[in-house]
Protein backbone atom coordinates (compact mmCIF):
# COMPACT_ATOMS: atom_id res chain seq x y z
CA UNK A 1 0.00 0.00 0.00
CA UNK A 2 1.15 3.52 -0.70
CA UNK A 3 1.12 6.28 2.49
CA UNK A 4 -2.70 7.32 1.05
CA UNK A 5 -4.08 3.60 1.13
CA UNK A 6 -2.19 3.35 4.19
CA UNK A 7 -3.92 6.69 5.65
CA UNK A 8 -7.41 6.00 4.40
CA UNK A 9 -7.02 2.17 6.13
CA UNK A 10 -5.79 2.97 9.12
CA UNK A 11 -8.31 6.17 10.03
CA UNK A 12 -11.13 3.60 8.92
CA UNK A 13 -10.13 0.91 11.14
CA UNK A 14 -9.78 3.01 14.39
CA UNK A 15 -12.48 4.79 13.16
CA UNK A 16 -14.67 1.55 13.36
CA UNK A 17 -12.91 0.89 17.08
CA UNK A 18 -14.49 4.22 18.14
CA UNK A 19 -18.05 3.56 16.93
CA UNK A 20 -18.23 0.07 18.40
CA UNK A 21 -17.49 1.74 22.06
CA UNK A 22 -19.40 4.33 21.34
CA UNK A 23 -22.44 3.21 23.44
CA UNK A 24 -20.75 0.79 26.01
CA UNK A 25 -18.89 1.83 29.42
CA UNK A 26 -15.93 4.13 29.14
CA UNK A 27 -13.15 5.32 31.20
CA UNK A 28 -13.45 9.22 30.64
CA UNK A 29 -10.97 11.50 32.75
CA UNK A 30 -9.25 14.96 32.57
CA UNK A 31 -5.69 16.19 30.92
CA UNK A 32 -6.75 19.54 31.79
CA UNK A 33 -9.98 21.43 32.35
CA UNK A 34 -12.67 20.61 30.61
CA UNK A 35 -9.80 18.71 27.99
CA UNK A 36 -11.23 14.95 27.88
CA UNK A 37 -9.54 11.80 27.24
CA UNK A 38 -11.03 8.66 26.88
CA UNK A 39 -9.98 4.60 27.16
CA UNK A 40 -11.25 4.92 22.92
CA UNK A 41 -9.14 7.63 22.22
CA UNK A 42 -6.15 5.58 23.64
CA UNK A 43 -7.12 2.61 22.21
CA UNK A 44 -7.39 4.24 18.74
CA UNK A 45 -3.96 5.57 19.19
CA UNK A 46 -2.71 2.04 20.25
CA UNK A 47 -4.41 0.80 17.37
CA UNK A 48 -3.18 2.98 14.58
CA UNK A 49 0.33 3.18 16.22
CA UNK A 50 0.49 -0.84 15.94
CA UNK A 51 -0.19 -0.75 12.48
CA UNK A 52 2.06 1.70 11.79
CA UNK A 53 5.16 -0.09 13.47
CA UNK A 54 3.83 -3.19 11.06
CA UNK A 55 4.00 -1.30 7.84
CA UNK A 56 6.57 1.85 8.34
CA UNK A 57 8.52 0.34 11.09
CA UNK A 58 11.45 3.39 10.02
CA UNK A 59 8.72 5.99 10.34
CA UNK A 60 8.41 8.54 13.29
CA UNK A 61 4.84 9.02 14.61
CA UNK A 62 3.35 12.17 16.45
CA UNK A 63 0.05 11.27 18.15
CA UNK A 64 -2.25 12.99 20.54
CA UNK A 65 -2.34 10.82 23.23
CA UNK A 66 1.33 9.49 23.15
CA UNK A 67 3.51 11.74 21.43
CA UNK A 68 6.51 11.60 19.73
CA UNK A 69 7.92 7.86 18.43
CA UNK A 70 11.05 8.37 16.92
CA UNK A 71 12.04 6.87 13.45
CA UNK A 72 15.46 6.89 11.31
CA UNK A 73 13.78 8.19 8.15
CA UNK A 74 12.27 11.60 7.06
CA UNK A 75 9.10 10.13 7.10
CA UNK A 76 6.28 11.17 10.28
CA UNK A 77 2.85 9.88 10.53
CA UNK A 78 0.65 12.83 12.59
CA UNK A 79 -2.36 10.72 14.03
CA UNK A 80 -5.62 12.25 15.91
CA UNK A 81 -7.05 8.92 17.19
CA UNK A 82 -10.06 10.65 18.11
CA UNK A 83 -10.79 14.55 17.32
CA UNK A 84 -13.81 15.59 19.13
CA UNK A 85 -13.75 13.48 22.28
CA UNK A 86 -15.64 16.03 24.42
CA UNK A 87 -18.58 15.06 21.89
CA UNK A 88 -17.73 11.23 21.96
CA UNK A 89 -18.07 11.45 25.91
CA UNK A 90 -21.43 12.78 25.64
CA UNK A 91 -22.04 10.34 22.85
CA UNK A 92 -22.57 13.65 20.17
CA UNK A 93 -22.26 11.94 17.00
CA UNK A 94 -19.40 14.32 15.63
CA UNK A 95 -16.37 12.80 15.72
CA UNK A 96 -13.71 11.53 13.57
CA UNK A 97 -10.26 9.92 13.20
CA UNK A 98 -7.41 12.06 11.82
CA UNK A 99 -4.19 9.99 9.67
CA UNK A 100 -2.15 12.12 8.13
CA UNK A 101 1.97 11.18 5.93
CA UNK A 102 4.58 14.27 6.17
CA UNK A 103 7.64 13.21 4.01
CA UNK A 104 10.47 15.93 4.23
CA UNK A 105 8.64 18.24 5.95
CA UNK A 106 5.43 18.02 2.79
CA UNK A 107 2.19 16.72 3.96
CA UNK A 108 1.85 14.05 1.58
CA UNK A 109 -1.13 12.13 2.14
CA UNK A 110 -3.88 12.88 4.59
CA UNK A 111 -7.41 10.94 5.43
CA UNK A 112 -10.34 11.94 7.84
CA UNK A 113 -13.16 8.96 9.02
CA UNK A 114 -16.37 10.18 10.80
CA UNK A 115 -18.01 6.80 11.44
CA UNK A 116 -21.23 8.25 12.25
CA UNK A 117 -21.92 9.61 9.40
CA UNK A 118 -19.89 6.88 7.35
CA UNK A 119 -17.48 9.64 5.50
CA UNK A 120 -14.14 9.14 4.76
CA UNK A 121 -12.10 11.86 3.65
CA UNK A 122 -8.99 11.72 2.10
CA UNK A 123 -5.85 13.57 -0.22
CA UNK A 124 -2.53 12.91 -1.49
CA UNK A 125 -0.08 15.48 -2.67
CA UNK A 126 -0.92 16.60 -6.32
CA UNK A 127 -3.95 13.73 -6.79
CA UNK A 128 -6.94 15.75 -5.53
CA UNK A 129 -9.30 15.27 -2.93
CA UNK A 130 -12.46 12.86 -2.38
CA UNK A 131 -15.34 11.89 0.06
CA UNK A 132 -16.21 8.35 -0.05
CA UNK A 133 -14.25 7.80 -3.26
CA UNK A 134 -16.19 11.07 -5.22
CA UNK A 135 -14.12 14.01 -6.26
CA UNK A 136 -14.58 16.98 -3.70
CA UNK A 137 -14.14 21.11 -4.17
CA UNK A 138 -14.68 23.88 -2.16
CA UNK A 139 -17.60 26.27 -2.38
CA UNK A 140 -17.52 29.20 -4.78
CA UNK A 141 -18.94 31.81 -2.22
CA UNK A 142 -17.54 35.16 -2.55
CA UNK A 143 -19.02 37.29 -0.35
CA UNK A 144 -19.19 36.58 3.56
CA UNK A 145 -23.11 37.83 3.98
CA UNK A 146 -23.48 34.70 1.90
CA UNK A 147 -20.83 31.93 3.59
CA UNK A 148 -21.62 29.42 6.23
CA UNK A 149 -18.61 29.83 8.57
CA UNK A 150 -17.15 27.77 11.38
CA UNK A 151 -14.62 28.14 14.51
CA UNK A 152 -14.22 26.29 17.34
CA UNK A 153 -12.44 27.46 21.14
CA UNK A 154 -10.35 25.87 23.29
CA UNK A 155 -11.89 24.35 26.04
CA UNK A 156 -12.48 27.66 29.17
CA UNK A 157 -10.47 30.06 27.03
CA UNK A 158 -13.43 31.07 24.30
CA UNK A 159 -12.21 34.66 25.45
CA UNK A 160 -9.78 34.95 22.51
CA UNK A 161 -11.97 34.24 19.98
CA UNK A 162 -15.26 35.54 21.02
CA UNK A 163 -15.10 39.06 19.26
CA UNK A 164 -14.30 37.03 15.69
CA UNK A 165 -17.59 34.74 17.22
CA UNK A 166 -19.77 37.84 17.32
CA UNK A 167 -18.30 39.63 14.45
CA UNK A 168 -18.83 36.79 12.26
CA UNK A 169 -22.59 36.24 13.45
CA UNK A 170 -23.33 39.44 12.40
CA UNK A 171 -21.70 39.25 9.37
CA UNK A 172 -22.26 36.14 7.96
CA UNK A 173 -25.30 33.82 7.05
CA UNK A 174 -24.60 31.91 10.10
CA UNK A 175 -21.91 30.84 12.12
CA UNK A 176 -21.25 27.03 13.72
CA UNK A 177 -19.35 25.55 16.49
CA UNK A 178 -19.05 21.46 16.00
CA UNK A 179 -16.07 20.86 18.29
CA UNK A 180 -14.00 18.89 15.60
CA UNK A 181 -11.57 20.55 13.85
CA UNK A 182 -10.61 17.75 11.59
CA UNK A 183 -14.04 17.39 10.41
CA UNK A 184 -14.44 21.31 10.28
CA UNK A 185 -11.65 21.42 7.50
CA UNK A 186 -13.31 18.12 5.42
CA UNK A 187 -16.26 20.17 5.63
CA UNK A 188 -14.72 23.17 4.25
CA UNK A 189 -12.79 20.94 1.40
CA UNK A 190 -16.12 19.89 0.49
CA UNK A 191 -18.18 23.35 0.81
CA UNK A 192 -20.28 22.20 3.24
CA UNK A 193 -18.87 25.11 5.32
CA UNK A 194 -17.10 28.26 3.48
CA UNK A 195 -14.79 28.76 5.93
CA UNK A 196 -13.10 27.57 9.05
CA UNK A 197 -10.69 29.66 11.86
CA UNK A 198 -9.56 28.43 14.65
CA UNK A 199 -6.69 29.58 17.33
CA UNK A 200 -4.24 27.28 18.63
CA UNK A 201 -4.56 23.77 16.90
CA UNK A 202 -2.21 21.20 17.27
CA UNK A 203 -0.72 19.55 14.57
CA UNK A 204 -3.16 16.18 15.13
CA UNK A 205 -5.47 18.65 14.47
CA UNK A 206 -5.07 19.90 11.11
CA UNK A 207 -2.69 18.12 9.29
CA UNK A 208 -4.80 15.79 7.38
CA UNK A 209 -7.64 18.10 7.37
CA UNK A 210 -5.02 21.37 5.44
CA UNK A 211 -3.96 18.84 2.89
CA UNK A 212 -7.87 17.73 2.30
CA UNK A 213 -8.70 21.20 1.99
CA UNK A 214 -5.40 22.75 -0.39
CA UNK A 215 -6.27 19.21 -2.52
CA UNK A 216 -9.71 20.57 -3.14
CA UNK A 217 -8.58 23.71 -4.49
CA UNK A 218 -9.04 25.81 -1.04
CA UNK A 219 -6.06 27.98 0.46
CA UNK A 220 -4.55 27.90 4.41
CA UNK A 221 -3.41 30.75 5.96
CA UNK A 222 -2.95 32.39 9.76
CA UNK A 223 -5.33 35.08 10.34
CA UNK A 224 -2.72 37.38 10.17
CA UNK A 225 -2.67 36.56 6.40
CA UNK A 226 0.81 34.55 6.46
CA UNK A 227 1.23 30.96 4.98
CA UNK A 228 0.36 28.22 7.20
CA UNK A 229 2.64 25.95 8.67
CA UNK A 230 2.26 23.32 11.41
CA UNK A 231 2.55 24.96 14.15
CA UNK A 232 1.60 27.93 13.36
CA UNK A 233 -1.37 29.80 16.61
CA UNK A 234 -3.91 30.51 14.08
CA UNK A 235 -5.75 29.26 10.64
CA UNK A 236 -8.31 30.40 8.14
CA UNK A 237 -8.57 27.52 5.64
CA UNK A 238 -11.46 28.77 2.80
CA UNK A 239 -11.35 29.42 -0.60
CA UNK A 240 -9.12 31.81 -2.77
CA UNK A 241 -12.17 34.33 -3.36
CA UNK A 242 -13.20 34.57 -0.09
CA UNK A 243 -9.49 34.64 1.94
CA UNK A 244 -9.47 38.00 2.02
CA UNK A 245 -13.22 39.31 3.01
CA UNK A 246 -12.51 36.51 6.19
CA UNK A 247 -9.67 38.23 6.87
CA UNK A 248 -10.39 41.50 6.55
CA UNK A 249 -13.81 40.20 8.76
CA UNK A 250 -11.49 38.65 11.41
CA UNK A 251 -8.98 41.06 11.90
CA UNK A 252 -10.53 44.45 11.84
CA UNK A 253 -11.97 45.85 15.34
CA UNK A 254 -15.35 46.42 15.76
Not at 164 to 170: D, E, K, L, Q
Not at 187 to 211: H, I, M, N, Q
Request: charged share 20%; proline share 4%; hydrophobic share 45%.
Amino acid sequence: MDVLEIAVSLAQEAGGLLRERLDAPRDIQEKHARDLVTDADRASEALIVGRLHELRPQSSILGEETGVTNGSNDERWIIDPLDGTTNYAHRYPVFCVSVACEQAGQLVAGAIYAPMLNEIFAAGLGRGATRNGQPITVAKTAEVRSALVCTGFLPGHGERNMQNFVRASCEAQAVRRDGSAALDLASVACGRFDAFWEFDLKPWDVAAGVLIVREAGGVVATLEGDAWQLGAASLLATNSTLQQPMLRLLRDPL
